[in-house]
């Protein structure tokens, strides 16, 4: 039965059962007017109870009571017929990248709504494979750009170590040079990515000392700032320890610290909080400088994206630092929101579940 027909039933059910309400009572008011005129009481009959107000009785008790309970009934049969509506909006809300896989439930009745699930499905499908097909691109791409780059890497070191180069080429190959190894970075960076994607990353779980990374991150950020004369600031509370992969969250924090040293500004601040809150370590970095509108905000975690074009000329960088930071944060369960307040310092929260105590 379609959506539409369905609702046309419990319309007419609903308006047939006030119907019968009303023909109830209209049939008791009478029998009991025509009982009494039959007893040779018409006309006391027609004294006390006059036309009108026999008319008010029926409104009254026989009207009211059946729009009442025809909303009640009403209201009931359409939440009934509206809920497949319901259901398929909370399915749609929950799906991302993470859940293409799980089809969207079927009422299996053949209605509007079950043929609007099927076509969400084949969408997901399409969507699916697409960004499997993506990933698998970016796995070969980066695989086969490696060896080349490679080679290109050692002849340029050969050429820069040569006897007989003069220094103009010795010049000329220390500035391809530093290309290549940033087009390695950013293959290295994809190719990482493109494995997170796919749970290809091996991660190790030991209890990791989270203050103690927080304080070499807060030594690496002065030495990353040299020249801009940025402040660093720490606040560390009591020991916070985590579960997890030493090297990718040490990984993780010197993305965030480079992010906050990058955009920053010269005599800055950049402010280092670590606390414990619910069962969580959270730290929060928060930094001043380049700002991004609230509305980027959502942004800033999508491989390349950097913002405002005016500064990728000046300020270097591929825009996959926060794409890996999240990748990592994930696979420890965790949390990683990014702020733009409204004194203008960036902030981005990592939260990430403690270590379970034995």
């Not at 959506?3 to 009478?30: D, G, K, M, N, P």
């Not at 439930?105 to 609007?116: F, H, I, Q, S």
């Not at 190790?204 to 700032?225: F, G």
């Not at 005016?310 to 990683?336: D, K, M, P, Q």
Request: charged share 25%.
């Amino acid at each position: 039965m379609t959506l539409r027909r369905r609702i046309l039933l419990y319309y007419s059910l609903t308006l047939s059962f006030s119907l019968v309400v009303v023909a109830y009572w209209s049939w008791y008011e009478l029998t009991e007017q025509h009982n009494e005129m039959r007893q040779g009481f018409a006309l006391d009959a027609r004294e006390n109870h006059p036309p009108l107000e026999e008319a008010l009785e029926i409104v009254v008790y026989g009207g009211l009571p059946a729009i009442l309970l025809g909303i009640l009934i009403g209201g009931f049969l359409m939440r009934r017929a509206f809920q497949p509506i319901e259901n398929l909006i909370e399915a749609l809300e929950n799906t991302d990248v993470s859940n293409l896989s799980a089809p969207v439930p079927r009422n299996g009745n053949g209605d509007e709504l079950d043929r609007m699930a099927a076509v969400f499905n084949r969408m997901k499908e399409r969507l699916e494979l697409s960004f499997a097909r993506v990933r698998e691109f970016t796995l070969n791409a980066s695989h086969e750009l490696k060896t080349p780059l490679t080679i290109m890497h050692s002849t340029l070191e050969q050429t820069i170590t040569r006897a007989d180069a003069t220094e103009h080429e010795r010049e000329d190959a220390v500035a391809l040079l530093e290309e290549v190894q940033r087009l390695s970075t950013i293959v290295g960076q994809l190719s990482f990515l493109a494995r997170a994607d796919v749970g290809l990353v091996s991660f190790s779980r030991e209890k990791v000392a989270l203050h103690d990374l927080v304080k070499d991150l807060a030594e690496e950020i002065a030495i990353l700032a040299t020249g801009k004369n940025l402040t660093v600031s720490v606040s560390l509370g009591e020991p916070v320890v985590v579960s997890g992969d030493r090297m990718r969250l040490r990984q993780l924090l010197l993305n965030l610290g480079d992010n906050a040293v990058k955009y920053n500004e010269d005599g800055g601040e950049i402010e280092l909080t670590l606390h414990e809150k619910d069962g969580e370590a959270i730290l929060t970095i928060c930094n001043t400088g380049v700002s991004l509108s609230p509305e980027l905000n959502t942004r800033v975690f999508e491989p390349f994206f950097r913002g405002d074009s005016a500064h990728n000329s000046v300020i270097e960088g591929s825009g996959l630092g926060l794409s890996i930071a999240r990748s990592i944060v994930e696979a420890h369960s965790g949390r990683l929101d990014f702020e733009t307040l409204a004194d203008g310092h960036t902030c981005v929260t990592l939260s990430l579940p403690l270590a379970v105590q034995q």
